[in-house]
């Protein structure tokens, strides 16, 4: 099963302009509304890895847990250009404490 | 049990046997999946936890430097330059079966193999600060794409871990109780019969036996009484 695959990278302009020459495709958005619905368009698409970054992912937590346990695609939080905000480290500790039943690190 | 109610049949008795044994075999057999799962998961996110630190803080100063150029150049200018890539992505996605949990292994190829060749713009109109920024982001690609094989890997097993132990316990908890109970119960009714069945065979015998002791006498008691009244001795019967 190794199909080709894209991945997308989605977030504000500034954020994710420069994934573009890495050759990434690259979906810059302006509102939450906009992400939301592009998401859902990329989800149907070829694309395995999605990055997104923190400040939109705060704003559609849910649209992103409907991904979770999907194998494609793979929705990696990515801090955006105002900083990190903790998501990615709180989602590694939340899946954690969902295999564990609490927080062992 | 006793929410159930089962026939004490030796029928329902032999096929919740079964049922047990293969009940508890389940269970051994998940448990083991998930204590092989829990060790493998603690490692991935271990793993992952390091590197989601190591990204972040890479993907940060990428960000400054990206900042740093875009006030040293017009926003059109920057935009340009970044328009057209020259490199482009592409993945291939194959399955490691970690567990029966298929998780994904990405491996990406790029249309230029140089991977010092990923800048889309001549240096003449561009400012230093953006051949830097992309340039370290070029290089933290490959991190991010690891990071997102580990934390794909980390959400599924957490999924497949939660899955299992719920099994487990069910299993523990419900069924195998439930079947051991009523197994208890069966056997006991079983047992229950057969002694009342012996009982009243018993008790049955009993009464014959009287029957026919009672006869007997009766039989007796004519036979001397016949004897007594003739006076003479017994002529054969």
Known sequence: MANSYQIAVLGDKDSVMGFKALGLTVFPVESVEQARSTLHHIAREDYAVVYLTEQLAAQMETDVARYKDELTPAIILIPGKEGSLGMGMENIKKSVERAVGADIL | ?237
Do not use: C, W
Not at chain 2, 64 to 89: N, R
Not at chain 2, 125 to 138: F, I, N
Not at chain 2, 178 to 193: A, C, F, G, P, V
């Open chain 2, 1 to 237: 049990m006793a929410n159930t109610v089962v026939n004490p049949t030796r029928m329902e008795l032999t096929r919740l046997k079964g049922k047990l044994k293969t009940a508890q075999r389940g269970h051994k057999l998940l448990k083991d999946k998930r204590d092989e799962l829990m060790k493998q998961f603690l490692d991935t996110v271990r793993e992952l936890r390091s590197l989601r630190a190591q990204v972040e803080e890479e993907l940060m100063r990428v960000h400054s430097s990206f900042t740093v150029a875009s006030a040293l150049m017009s926003a059109q200018a920057m935009e340009q330059a970044l328009m057209y890539p020259k490199q482009s992505v592409e993945l291939t996605m194959t399955f490691q079966n970690i567990m029966s949990v298929n998780v994904p292994v990405y491996h990406y190829q790029t249309r230029t193999d140089d991977t010092g060749d990923i800048f889309p713009y001549g240096f003449a109109a561009t400012s230093g600060e953006l051949d830097g920024a992309v340039a370290a982001l070029g290089k933290v690609f490959q991190d991010m794409l690891k990071l997102a094989q580990t934390e794909k890997a980390a959400q599924l097993m957490a999924e497949e871990i939660e899955k299992t132990r719920r099994r487990v316990n069910a299993l523990e908890y419900v069924v195998i109780p439930d079947t051991q109970d009523s197994i208890r119960y069966i056997t006991m009714k079983l047992d229950e019969n057969d002694r009342s069945t012996t009982t009243r065979l018993m008790k049955v015998k009993d009464m014959i036996l009287k029957e026919a002791i009672e006869e007997r006498q009766a039989q007796d008691a004519r036979a001397v009484k016949a004897f007594g009244d003739s006076g003479e001795a017994p002529t054969e019967v």
